[in-house]
Nanobody, 122 residues
């Protein structure tokens, strides 16, 4: 089992920045791919970014490419999402997830955090 706790969400003006953090505990976190997903009201959960267990490979949704950066510190069991140039359409609950597959498919991630709200104001 892996337990995940997100933090760092909040209200930010368009064009601003936030950094989300995800703290992991339980089984060896460094064995897993870590990803961020988000879910806006009345919308399905969507992939945002993924980072392989080594930290060497990353993948991003087209909607955030060039603005968001995912990173991890396996020594601290932490994953981060640096979000720059935020837009109102980035408003959503952001979830941290961990799993064995390097994938953008949410169903393949067995471990999830509780989510943190990010609101971008215009």
């Amino acid at each position: 089992q892996v337990q995940l706790v997100e933090s760092g969400g909040g209200l930010v003006q368009a064009g601003g920045s936030l950094r989300l953090s995800c703290a992991a505990s339980g089984r060896t976190f460094s064995d897993y791919t870590a990803s961020w997903f988000r879910q806006a009201p009345q919308k399905e959960r969507e992939f945002v970014a993924a980072i392989a267990w080594t930290g060497g490979n990353t993948n991003y949704a087209d909607s955030v490419k060039g603005r968001f950066t995912i990173s991890r510190d396996n020594a601290k069991n932490m994953v981060y999402l640096q979000m720059n140039s935020l837009k109102p359409e980035d408003t959503a609950v952001y979830y941290c997830a961990a799993g064995s597959s390097y994938t953008y498919t949410s169903a393949l991630y067995p471990y999830w955090g509780q989510g943190t709200q990010v609101t971008g104001s215009s």
